[in-house]
C-alpha cells in the first residue's frame, strides 16, 4: 500500500460515521469500484466458485418450486430497496431503458 493510500485511510479513520457514509457514496457514484481478480488466482477456484452458484441457484429454484419460501410482489421489492438506499444515505441509480 503506497504513503497515499496509507494517509488517505488514516483521514478516513478520523472521519465522523456520517462523514465517512457520504465519501463513500460520492465514491460510488464518481468511480465505478470493482474488485478485480488476483493475476495468480487459479482455473480450479473458479470453477469451484461457479460449481458452489449452481447448487445455489439450483437450490432457490426447487425453494421456489415447492412452495417452501415467500416471493416478493416486484412493488414489495422495490419499496424494501428503496428503505435500503435511504437507509445508508445513498442515491439509488435510476435504471431507463
Same mark, same amino acid.
Not at 9 to 30: K, M, S, V, W, Y
Not at 45 to 51: K, P, Q
Given at each position: ?12 479513520? *478520523? ?12 465514491? *460510488? =457514484? *464518481? ?7 488476483a493475476p495468480d488466482d487459479? &482455473?480450479?477456484? $473458479? ?9 445455489e441457484i439450483d437450490k ?7 412452495? &417452501?419460501?415467500?416471493l416478493l410482489s416486484a $412493488? ?14 445513498? *442515491? =439509488?441509480?435510476?435504471? &431507463?431503458?
Amino acid at each position: 500500500m503506497s504513503a497515499a493510500v496509507q494517509h488517505i485511510c488514516r483521514e478516513i479513520d *478520523q472521519l465522523a460515521p456520517d462523514e465517512a457514509r457520504e465519501l463513500f457514496a460520492n465514491l *460510488q =457514484r *464518481q468511480y465505478s469500484l470493482r474488485i478485480i481478480a488476483a493475476p495468480d488466482d487459479d &482455473t480450479e477456484d $473458479e470453477a469451484h466458485i461457479e460449481a458452489e452458484w449452481d447448487a445455489e441457484i439450483d437450490k432457490r429454484v426447487r425453494e421456489i418450486e415447492e412452495g &417452501t419460501v415467500k416471493l416478493l410482489s416486484a $412493488e414489495e421489492s422495490e419499496s424494501r430497496t428503496d428503505a435500503v438506499f435511504a437507509k445508508l444515505g445513498i *442515491q =439509488r441509480p435510476v435504471f &431507463t431503458p
